[in-house]
């Protein structure tokens, strides 16, 4: 017979649960931290400008009025162009990695695509200023006149502006909307495929259907892919040309919200103007909390129908092995 | 041309194109790597490592301070978030079907995705702005913070994958939950862990945002905690954005290091990662 644990022993193991679970709360308490000092410290321009700090474009540190409207524009504007190009490519990434590819060739491609979120951002910056912008600055140049009439293409060919921030953010964002997307495939289960084989499905029409099994999955991973690029700071500002006005065209030197906070943030010579620059990442990260809070949820809602599943059919198969 | 054929036609199509989106991303890599490695191999030379940075208009000198201040910033980073990142990490191995182990997994995934200029406003705010002075402190602060939940997932994921019959066996034996944890669990996932470790440092030694206005910028020698000091990433960018050719040169040189640092911790961790997972698969 068993004796019932001592109550020395299990006084033990409590505290080992609350001694490693306070370690673990400090996680909780660090969001919460980040939340309540960026409100603190934000607190004069909250108050002085309210909800018009967002919806006015001037930005006059001299004069002490704040406007971040231009900056709001710029991180969506450079986000979701980022996202339109990154998008199909990741996805096509996910789909020939997962469902295509010969096995060989699966293991190096895929650490050569997830290497594109390993180099570091300033790096991209680096090779955008010296490669990527005169590049985009050839293309502006050669742009025809009658196109240069549409409001996406005017203004002169800086190379610096929103075309090269959308490109090297788009870069950027692959690897995390790829890697998330194949594994949003990966958890698909085969019976979705084998079925619509057995209809006399083509290879694409089987995808489709893997596709539409796990698209609050890659939905989430899309929306990973989001948060990222409208955090991005280094690369975009030293690329986007860093000029508060908004602009339709993507020619045209614009700003970002993580991109001012990085260029002002030092010279910030009043407390008005600090806590402007903080209300700014104040938002950034309520934005971004929601954004990839959004995307987990999505993500995970995914992996948990997959992993139940995956139980039932263990235990559907477990019976004929036994058998035989 | 009758359905079938057409179905079959758009089903090549879209396998072709897949395809290509696998090329459309290695040509920005293959570009990037190819310019790091050619700018920054001719530009790289002993004296990168060993001197200091010449003043404004003369040529040559090196980042041997920015170099310091990286590895003294990723120590402090690590001082901090290692042991707190670690004993985390083993409560969510432990008690990981519990709400609250959820609620700190889910906290901890939603925390890497915070931009990490915001985290250094966070550390500004914590170590600058109540002595208003920048310090390696404060730098070290904002990169521990962004290792804090690297380091508890990866430290959880790696104990997952030591099989629980070696828990059961130690607790069969007497030990309680702690001695099985640290004594038995840790003990058996350590070499993972610590290649985890090792790529979050890295990736973290690549971080120029959090710094640009905590551990700021220092143009001399320092090793004090509480002064404003040189790291590789806000110097590459202050060179970057300079008008003059030569640090431009230094600039490559400086990538090609972050890039060389990054890629061999990358290659470590997926050989270790693989042999663990095989170790562990019976």
């Known amino acids: 017979m068993r004796k019932p644990p001592s109550p020395r022993r299990s006084a033990d193991d409590r505290l080992f649960r609350l001694g490693t679970g306070f370690f673990a709360f400090l996680v909780v308490l660090l969001v919460g931290g980040i939340a309540f000092e960026l409100y603190e410290n934000s607190r004069l321009s909250i108050q002085k400008f309210g909800f018009h700090f967002w919806q006015t474009t001037t930005w006059d540190p001299v004069a002490g009025n704040f406007g971040a409207l231009p900056f709001i524009w710029g991180t969506l504007y450079s986000s979701l162009l980022a996202l339109v190009i990154s998008t199909p490519i990741a996805l096509g990434i996910a789909i020939f990695l997962s469902e295509l590819s010969p096995r060989f060739l699966r293991t190096p491609l895929a650490f050569l695509t997830e290497l594109l979120a390993a180099i570091p951002s300033i790096v991209y910056g680096l090779w955008g200023i010296f490669v990527l912008v005169p590049i985009v600055r050839q293309i502006e140049v050669h742009t025809p006149d009658w196109l240069k009439k549409v409001p996406l293409f005017t203004g002169p060919p800086l190379g610096v502006g929103m075309l090269a921030a959308g490109l090297i953010l788009a870069v950027m964002v692959i690897p995390f909307t790829s890697s998330v997307a194949r594994e949003v495939l990966k958890a698909v289960p085969a019976t979705q495929r084998e079925a619509a084989y057995a209809l006399g499905a083509t290879r694409w029409e089987a995808i489709q259907a893997a596709l539409r099994y796990g698209r609050t999955g890659i939905a989430g991973a899309i929306m990973l892919g989001f948060g990222r690029a409208i955090g991005e700071t280094m690369a975009v500002t030293m690329v986007i040309g860093n000029n508060p006005r908004i602009n339709s065209s993507l020619f045209a030197a614009q700003h970002t919200m993580a991109a001012v906070i990085a260029n002002e943030f030092t010279e910030a010579d009043t407390d008005l103007y600090l806590n402007a620059l903080i209300e700014i990442g104040l938002v950034l990260f309520v934005i971004t909390l929601v954004i990839n809070a959004l995307s987990r949820l999505l993500i995970w809602s995914v992996n948990r129908e997959v992993k139940v599943e995956a139980v039932t059919k263990a235990a559907a198969t477990a019976l004929p092995e036994a058998a035989a | ?282």
Request: a positive charge; aromatic letters at 10%.
């Open chain 2, 1 to 282: 041309m009758n359905q079938a054929a057409r179905r079959k036609l758009l089903s090549g199509f879209v396998v072709g194109l897949c395809a290509l989106a696998v090329v459309a991303a290695l040509i920005p890599l293959a570009l990037i790597l190819f310019y790091v490695v050619e700018q920054g191999f001719s530009s790289l030379n002993w004296d990168f490592f060993t001197k200091m940075p010449k003043p404004v208009g003369e040529t040559g000198g090196g980042m041997a301070n920015a170099i310091l201040g990286t590895l003294m910033l990723m120590a402090i980073a690590s001082v901090l978030a290692i042991p707190v990142g670690l004993i985390a990490g083993v409560y969510l191995s432990e008690y990981g079907r519990t709400a609250f182990a959820t609620l700190v997994r889910f906290t901890a995934d939603v925390l890497n995705g915070i931009p990490s200029i915001v985290i250094g406003i966070f550390a500004y705010g914590l170590a600058v702005l109540p002595v208003h002075r920048f310090s390696a402190l404060a730098g070290g602060l904002a990169l521990g913070f962004m290792m804090l939940p690297i380091v508890a997932r990866t430290t959880e994921e790696l104990l997952n994958l030591v099989p629980a019959s070696l828990r059961e066996g130690s607790l069969a034996l007497g030990a309680t939950r702690a001695q099985a944890a640290f004594g038995v669990m840790v003990p058996a996932a350590l070499p993972g862990i610590m290649t985890g470790i090792l790529l979050a440092i890295a990736r973290i030694a690549g971080e120029t945002a959090p710094l640009l206005f905590t551990s700021f910028n220092n143009r001399f020698f320092t090793t004090r905690l509480d002064q404003p000091i040189a790291s590789l990433t806000v110097q590459v960018f202050t060179y970057a954005i300079s008008p003059y050719e030569d640090w431009h040169r230094q600039a490559w040189a400086g990538a090609l290091v972050l890039v060389a640092v990054v890629f061999v911790f990358s290659v470590l961790a997926r050989v270790v990662t693989r042999r663990l997972e095989r170790m562990h698969r019976t």
